[in-house]
């Protein structure tokens, strides 16, 4: 916490390395309780690092759009769009929106850079592409430490995923039960393509 004069802050015993450093503060004045956050990317060696500055700023509203890669599925159901953390930092209250009947929605970005998220109920359903001005979000991510360009975020959902089922097996060829299989793409870059199950009791999973 910041509880030295005007906001000055210290934090002891910080090790050798790269850190990401936050601030956050909520507005509880507002009628909906408005979270303000800045960060800094810092590196730490041998000697105190001073003079960080944070100025925690209001998130931007960023308006979107989801379609469907040709015609809807019947049972498209209800979809959602998620900005995740990059860096994997706990952060609270990260922005989720429900898509409107007519495709749309609406996110609150706070500064810092994120990953898009985008799922619908429909069985095989999957986020094809995404754009926001000229940048491919999906691989450049979205970054709200800058202003947003005043067009909407283009999702396109597709189907037609695939499943992976399989077993587990151990040395003996006995079914194991518990085990969590994990499917990784070569280029890790986007976190809604990792997948994960676990076997059942005869060693069986689905993916």
């Not at 909520?26 to 990317?41: E, G, M, R």
């Not at 730490?44 to 599925?73: H, R």
């Not at 089922?165 to 986007?190: C, F, Q």
């Amino acid at each position: 916490q910041a509880n030295g004069p005007e906001g000055a802050f210290a934090i002891p015993n910080v090790s050798p390395g790269s850190y990401r450093i936050q601030a956050q503060l909520t507005d509880l004045t507002a009628v909906q309780q408005n979270i303000f956050s800045a960060y800094q990317i810092i590196q730490v060696s041998d000697t105190d690092v001073e003079g960080i500055t944070l100025s925690p700023a209001p998130p931007q509203t960023l308006a979107g759009f989801v379609k469907w890669d040709g015609k809807p599925p019947k049972d498209a159901g209800p979809c959602w769009v998620a900005l995740n953390g990059e860096s994997r930092v706990l952060m609270s209250n990260l922005p989720r929106a429900t898509v409107k009947a007519d495709g749309d929605f609406s996110l609150e970005v706070a500064p810092g850079r994120f990953e898009l998220t985008a799922y619908c109920e429909s069985k095989g359903s999957y986020m094809k592409a995404a754009r926001l001005g000229d940048a491919d979000v999906l691989e450049v991510g979205i970054d709200g430490s800058e202003a947003l360009p005043d067009r909407p975020l283009q999702v396109t959902m597709a189907t037609g995923a695939g499943e992976i089922e399989g077993s587990v097996l151990d040395a003996d060829s006995h079914p194991v039960s518990g085990a969590t299989v994990v499917v990784i793409p070569d280029a890790p870059k986007r976190a809604g393509l990792f997948q994960n199950a676990a076997t059942d009791q005869n060693g069986h999973f689905k993916l």
